[in-house]
């Protein structure tokens, strides 16, 4: 009969449980030759599940994980929490959990790459466990307060259309904290990695990497034409670059202002189009 955890929790037979006599109500018995735990309280064994004042073995909730005897954290799906910080529940995708997601929501996106386009609602943030979440898409801000954090987004195509890897909300301020966003088109339209609306946009460290092959422009952040949000980008780092035809610019207008501050832009045509 073994134990660990200073006597709390101890291992062996049928036969050796029942010859023993625990000092610590709380002690716990995992029988080898019968795979059934119990614990002891009140002078007398307690099979898990059969009441006895016990609450019973752990199960597995949102974001906990149990593999044999080891309880932990998940972190192997897409996790939503409420406005409380507790785990509400897991889902398969992005997706999903951003439809069951309120105001004062958090989406908790673990390593891996999840191949959706997704809009986040206002006042819920998207953000990532681990280094390596990756979103194999394109991003909305839909509404005030709608924030993306440590993400990495990927979007490659081949468009006659604008490829736009974040686009900003139409009401409120949209938020951007810590992602990269690397947009290719290889089709004749432009590739834009942050794109402004009617609501403002602001961001701070911000890695664009913005590539056309096709003819299209390559724009780092764009105010697009006959919108009037306002775009606060700061210590940003772009690289457009439009290889075949068209202009890569760090910054672009043709609708509300932008202002950057800090950061490094390295632009195939120029840093800013006004």
């Known amino acids: 009969m073994d134990n660990i955890f200073e006597r709390s929790i101890w291992y062996g037979t049928n036969a050796e449980r029942l010859a023993f006599t625990p000092d610590l109500d709380g002690t716990v018995f995992f029988e080898t030759d019968t795979d059934t735990a119990y614990w002891w309280e009140g002078g007398a ?4 599940g059969s009441g006895g004042g016990g609450v ?7 974001g906990i994980d149990i593999v044999g005897l080891q309880v932990g954290l998940g972190g192997d799906t ?3 929490y409420d406005d409380g910080g507790n785990p509400v529940a897991e889902y398969a995708t992005i997706t999903l959990a951003l439809a069951a997601a309120a105001v004062g929501n958090l989406v908790w996106v673990p390593q891996g ?5 997704i809009t986040i609602p206002a006042g819920v943030t998207v953000a990532s466990l681990a280094n390596g979440s990756i979103i194999a898409g394109a991003v909305t801000l839909a509404g005030d307060d709608s924030h ?11 468009s006659a259309g604008a490829l736009v890897g974040i686009t900003g909300p139409a009401t409120g301020v949209g ?3 810590d992602c990269s966003v690397s947009v290719t088109n290889n089709g004749a339209g432009d590739a834009i990695g942050v794109m402004g609306d009617d609501g403002d946009m602001r961001s701070i460290d911000c890695i664009c990497d913005i590539t056309t092959n096709g003819g299209g422009d390559a724009i780092g ?6 919108k009037v949000g306002e775009m606060f980008p700061n210590n940003s780092t772009i690289d457009a670059n439009a290889l075949v035809g068209g202009d890569g610019y760090g910054f672009a207008t043709d609708g509300g202002n932008i202002w950057a501050t800090d950061g490094q832009v390295r632009a195939s045509t120029a840093p800013v189009r006004v």
Do not use: C, R
């Open 45 to 48: 064994w307690h099979s898990f």
């Open 148 to 158: 993306i954090k440590g993400m990495i987004i990927q979007l490659v195509g081949d």
């Open 221 to 226: 952040f764009y105010s697009a034409s006959g």
């Open 113 to 117: 790459v999840f191949t959706e386009d």
């Open 78 to 80: 897409v996790l939503l």
């Open 175 to 177: 938020l951007i904290n």
């Open 56 to 62: 019973g073995p752990p199960t597995e909730g949102p």
